[in-house]
């Protein structure tokens, strides 16, 4: 059990600062910040990697048979994992949004 938590403690931790990050990302993209958005969300990959590294040792425990015992930190785990996927979807659609909203201002601005 103990390892368990430990596992899952590491899941919420990389996923929350990857989610942490893609908050930061989409705020710079709000601000036009291109480039540091996309800094931002390449380090938040990184930080998903691990979690989803941290999280196939799970699946591969239960596979093997060594039943997995649920337990409240395992579906906050869960639940941490599945809200920053979604966040990271809809974070990329918002950031394509205000880039292509920066592109239409600028050209307004080129031609007056």
Known sequence: ????????????????????????????????????????????????????KSHLELLQQDALGNKIEISMILLHTEDQLMSAETIKCLANEMIEMYRLQHELKEERVKNG
């Open 1 to 52: 059990m103990e390892n368990l938590e430990m596992i899952a403690c590491e899941i919420i931790s990389n996923v929350g600062t990857a989610k942490s990050l893609i908050m930061e990302g989409l705020a710079e993209a709000r601000e036009g910040n291109f480039h540091e958005t996309k800094m931002k969300l390449k380090e938040a990959d990184e930080y998903f990697k691990n979690g989803h």
